[in-house]
């Protein structure tokens, strides 16, 4: 894993339209902001949920420990949540192919992998984070409120969950356009910022729609390849 500071870097051996890789189309990242917007609030809504379920509401008791314990998490998650998105990649995120980013002017951190990988596991090193950084914290602090009858750790975790789930907005509207866009057997990779995927060789997609039962190909009314998701008239026009 190396550490880089500045935009995602681009790999200069890889050239996706000539290679045949499809571009993943995606809006503009101001529009891609936006559309993050609501997913934001739909993560807190439903973490709020699974809280409220689980997580039996008790007083603090070490109000000192709290503290800390909520400053280490403001200081470190973001960190950690990119460290989480390296790992999943191939290679543990041992390869040279792995690095972290920092984007000061920005404001930008992340995780890049330089190298194809199948679809599935593409979606999982986005969903990482999510899991392990707000859902897993849920259950543990389910599990530490019952054993300690103590609020102390449960309001710790409250703030990882909560704000790792804002931040993970952009992850989880990126796990919806993948799972949209791209067959599940498809390989993808990444060319700095934007997002490429290509079928292996032999392999073929047909359309589940019943007017566009056609492999992937360029014509119209099958510009959505992915089978069994249903396409809108807008992606038919
Ligand atoms: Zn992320």
Same mark, same amino acid.
């Given at each position: 894993?190396?550490f880089h500071l500045g935009a995602i870097p681009e ?15 995606e809006p503009s990242p101001l529009v891609f902001q936006l559309w993050a917007l609501?997913?934001a ?37 973001i960190l950690?949540h990119e460290?989480?998105h ?13 690095l972290i980013g920092a984007w000061p002017q920005k404001f930008v951190f992340y995780a890049h ?53 804002l931040c993970a907005c952009g992850d989880?509207l990126g ?15 990444n060319q700095g910022w934007r997002t ?9 997609? +047909? =359309? !589940? *729609? %019943? /007017?566009?039962?056609? #492999? $992937?190909?360029?014509?119209? +009314? =099958? !510009? *959505? %390849? /992915?089978?069994?998701? #249903? $396409? ?6």
């Amino acid at each position: 894993m190396r550490f880089h500071l500045g935009a995602i870097p681009e790999s200069p051996d890889f050239h996706p339209e000539e290679e045949g890789w499809q571009s993943l189309r995606e809006p503009s990242p101001l529009v891609f902001q936006l559309w993050a917007l609501p997913v934001a609030i739909l993560n807190v809504v439903v973490l709020a949920i699974l809280w409220k379920a689980l997580v039996p509401s008790l007083p603090i008791k070490n109000g000192a420990l709290a503290g800390i314990g909520v400053l280490i998490v403001l200081l470190s998650f973001i960190l950690v949540h990119e460290i989480i998105h390296a790992v999943t990649a191939p290679g543990w995120g041992l390869s040279n192919h792995t690095l972290i980013g920092a984007w000061p002017q920005k404001f930008v951190f992340y995780a890049h992998y330089d190298g194809a990988m199948s679809r599935n596991r593409f979606i999982l090193v986005f969903a990482m984070p999510f899991l392990l950084l707000s859902v897993v914290p849920i259950l543990i602090a389910a599990f530490a409120a019952r054993l300690t009858q103590d609020g102390t750790i449960p309001v710790i975790l409250q703030f990882l969950v909560f704000i790792n789930g804002l931040c993970a907005c952009g992850d989880i509207l990126g796990i919806a356009m993948f799972a949209r866009q791209i067959p599940a057997s498809a390989q993808v990779r990444n060319q700095g910022w934007r997002t490429f995927w290509k079928m292996e060789e032999g392999s073929e997609v +047909v =359309c !589940r *729609l %019943p /007017v566009c039962r056609l #492999p $992937v190909c360029r014509l119209p +009314v =099958c !510009r *959505l %390849p /992915v089978a069994g998701v #249903p $396409v809108m008239l807008d992606d038919l026009i």
